[in-house]
C-alpha cells in the first residue's frame, strides 16, 4: 500500500492562537474557551465563522492534492455537535471538507483533537492549564458520544479514512518533561485545581472502550487510530492482548521535544534522533502499525533561537539571533525531510504539522523561522518536494 | 525588460459578493456599501477584519512569487485611509502587503477601484447601480487627495511600481453595452437618480489633473497609470498631446465582454477574439504603453452555461449544462491562455483576475466553472504554466 503521505489542517476547526493570532486581537485568551469568554458574543460568532470560512478552503483541498498528498487529518473539538454552548458547532464544515476530499481524491482522518476539561493542559487541548477530563465519568462518557456520533455520520463516507480516538492525552511522563501547567497557565486557578496526569491504565481502559463501540458502527476499512501518549513503546501488551481489527498507533514526533530530552541544536544531533527514531518505530511495527501523525522541520537551530527552558510555540517571542544565508537554510530543511520522511517510512508514513500558518514573519520579524511549521510555504520555498 | 507577469489581489480590500459569499452570509447586501448598513456595527467590523485578516496572507505573497510572477495589482477602497465612516481603513494592510512584496521581490500596482457614489455602477464600484461620482466636484477633489496620498505613502517603497488612478470609469458606450443599472440594481432608487456615464472629455481633463499631481510627488520609475475606461483606442490624442513621463494604459479585456459583443461560445471564435485583439494592442504601442491588467480565462463554452442575455458574475446561478471531461478542460485552457499571453505580450503584458476566489463549487454545484477565475487553482489544476 501507498505510505500516508499527509498534512494536518491544524488551526482550523481546533484554534492555536500562536498559528492565527489576528483571530485573538484585542482580548487577553489564549485559547478558544477565554475567546468565547472575552468577546460578545455577536463578535465571537462573527470572528469564528469567518475564520472558517477563509483559514481552509476548497482551494486548499485542491492544492493539498496537486502537491502530491494522499491524506489530511483534521482535529475537530468536543463542541464539533453544536451541544455545547456557548461554543459554536463546526460540523457543517466537516461535511463540506469530506466533499472536498471525495472530489480531490483526499483521505482523511478525524482527529478528535480537544475533549472538556482537557486530556492534557495544553493551549491546543482548548483549556491551558487544565487537566480534568479523565476524572469526570460524566465528560469521559459524553467524549464516547462524540466519538459514536462522528462514526455514524461519516462511515460511508469514501473520504473517511479513519478516526482518532483523543489527540495527545498526557501521562506522567509528559507531564514531567513539559510540565503543562506552568508552560501554559490555567487562568481560572479554580478551575485548574486537581489537574493531573492521566495513567495508563485508564488510557488502556478507556482505547477499549472507545475502540469497542467505533467498531459496531464503523465498517472494517476505517482505521481506528490511538494516540500513544507520547509513549511510544508503552503499547506492545496492549495490542498483543487485545485482538483489534484494522487499529493503528499515532505517535507525534517534534525536535522541540528531543531538545527538551537533551538532544543538542545542531544538524547532526537531529539526523542522529532522526535514525533512532526510525529503529524505534521499526520495532513498534512488530506488534501494531503506526505513523507520525504530527510532527515539523521546525527546529531552534535554523530559527536561531536559543531553547534554554525548551521551546514554547504558544510564546513564540524569541528575538531572532542569527539569520541563515537561504541556501544553507533550504540545505539544513532539505537534509531533515530526507532523514524525517526515512524514518517515517519505516511505518505507514506522516502526517505533517502544519498545512498552513497565518503568522506574519515579515512585519513581525519574531516570527522568523516559524514559517517551517507551514508546509505551503516550505514548498513555495522549495525546501521539499512531495511528488515523486 | 521583462514582461509584467501579475495578478489581482481582488476580493481582499475591496469586496465582491461573488468572490468571498460567505462574507456576505445573512444579509442581503450586493455591496460592501450595503454589508455596513445592514450589520450592527462590531460584527461589521469583526467581519471585515478577519476577511483582511485571513483572504490574503504573506503565504499568499510567498506563493505567488514563487509561481514566477512579478507583479501584484491591488485594488483599494477610497476609504483606504478610514476618513470615510462608516468604513473601516485598511492602510495597514496596504503597509503589510508592501514588506510581504519588498521580501518577496514582488512590484505592486496600487488600484484605486472605488470612489463615492461609483464611477460605473458594477458591485465592484461599492455601491451597485450608482453612478453619479464625477458629478460631483468635491468627491472628485476628495479622489485626488486619495491619489496624492498613497503617492506620497508609498514613493520611497522599492515595491512600488505604479498607481493606477481610477479603475474603470465607464463612458456611454460601455452603459449602453453594459446597462449597469439593470444588471446591478440600485437598492436605494433615489440615491442612485441622475446616474449617468462619463464622458471622454472629462475622463481626459481628470487624468490630466491626477497625473499632475500624482507626478510632483512621484518619482520617474514609478509608473501613473490611466484605466482605457473600455475604449482602448480613444487615447491616441491624448497621449500624443500630452508630455506626459513614464505612463501606460490599462485595458481591461474579458471574454464574457467579447460575448456581450456577439463572440460566439466556441473555442475557435474565442481564438479569432485574441488574435484580433493581439492586432489591436500592437496599434496602440504606437503611442503608449499598454497592458492587460484585467482579464480571465474565464467563459461560457467550459462553464457549460448559455450566455443568452449577457453573464453576470455576480449573479452566478446559472444550472450547468454539461461538464467537460478533464482532459478537454485542460487542452481549452491552455489554448486560450497561449493566445492571450501571445496577445498581451503585444503590450507590456499582463495581470490576471484573479489570484484568488473563496467560491464552493463542489458543494454549490452551480459555481462549476468560475474556478477559472481564480489562478491559484488555474495553477494546481494544471491548466497552466507560469515559469519559464
Not at 57 to 65: A, Q, Y
Not at 158 to 178: V, Y
Not at 245 to 260: C, G, K, P, R, S
Not at 322 to 327: F, G, S, T, V, Y
Amino acid at each position: 500500500m501507498e505510505k500516508l503521505k499527509g498534512v494536518n489542517l491544524g488551526g482550523w476547526l481546533v484554534l492555536e492562537k500562536w498559528m492565527s493570532p489576528r483571530l485573538f486581537d484585542g482580548t487577553n485568551a489564549d485559547d478558544e474557551y477565554y475567546l468565547v469568554n472575552d468577546l460578545p458574543k455577536e463578535e465571537y460568532e462573527s470572528r469564528i465563522l469567518m475564520h472558517r470560512a477563509e483559514f481552509i478552503t476548497e482551494g486548499d483541498f485542491l492544492r493539498i492534492s496537486s502537491e502530491g498528498f494522499n491524506i489530511v487529518r483534521i482535529p475537530v473539538p468536543y463542541f464539533i455537535f453544536g451541544d455545547r454552548p456557548p461554543f459554536i458547532g463546526c460540523i457543517e464544515e466537516l461535511d463540506r471538507a469530506f466533499r472536498w476530499a471525495e472530489s480531490y481524491h483526499l483521505k482523511i482522518l478525524i482527529d478528535l483533537h480537544t475533549v472538556p476539561l482537557s486530556q492534557n493542559g495544553f493551549d491546543n487541548g482548548g483549556l491551558s492549564g487544565v487537566c480534568k477530563w479523565a476524572q469526570s465519568s460524566e465528560e469521559v462518557e459524553f467524549v464516547l458520544s462524540v466519538l459514536s456520533r462522528l462514526s455514524e455520520r461519516y462511515k460511508d463516507s469514501i473520504a473517511l479514512w479513519g478516526i482518532e480516538i483523543i489527540n495527545e492525552p498526557i501521562t506522567e511522563k509528559m507531564w514531567e518533561s513539559m510540565n503543562p501547567l506552568e508552560r501554559y497557565k490555567p487562568r481560572d486557578k479554580k478551575l485548574a485545581e486537581g489537574s493531573a496526569p492521566i495513567t495508563l491504565e485508564f488510557l488502556y481502559s478507556f482505547y477499549k472502550e472507545a475502540y469497542s463501540r467505533m467498531r459496531e458502527i464503523l465498517p472494517e476499512d476505517k482505521v481506528i487510530v490511538f494516540h500513544d501518549a507520547f509513549e511510544l513503546h508503552a503499547w506492545e501488551e496492549f495490542f498483543k492482548t487485545n485482538h483489534f481489527v484494522n487499529v493503528m498507533l499515532d505517535t507525534h514526533q517534534y525536535i522541540m521535544f528531543a531538545e527538551l530530552n537533551g538532544t543538542a541544536q545542531e544538524l547532526e544531533a537531529y539526523i542522529d534522533y532522526l535514525k533512532d527514531l526510525k529503529e524505534q518505530i521499526k520495532t513498534v511495527t512488530n506488534y501494531v502499525r503506526v505513523f507520525v501523525g504530527e510532527w515539523s522541520l521546525f527546529n531552534s537551530y535554523t530559527a536561531g533561537v536559543n531553547t534554554e527552558g525548551g521551546i514554547n510555540p504558544t510564546q513564540k517571542k524569541f528575538e531572532s539571533k542569527e539569520r541563515m544565508p537561504a541556501d544553507q537554510l533550504k540545505g539544513i530543511y532539505k537534509q531533515l525531510w530526507q532523514h524525517s520522511i526515512d524514518a517515517w517510512n519505516q511505518g505507514e508514513g506522516y502526517m505533517y504539522w502544519t498545512y498552513k500558518l497565518n503568522i506574519d514573519t515579515i512585519n513581525d520579524p519574531s516570527w522568523y523561522g516559524w514559517d517551517s511549521w507551514d508546509i505551503s510555504r516550505c514548498l513555495s520555498h522549495d525546501w521539499i518536494t512531495i511528488k515523486k
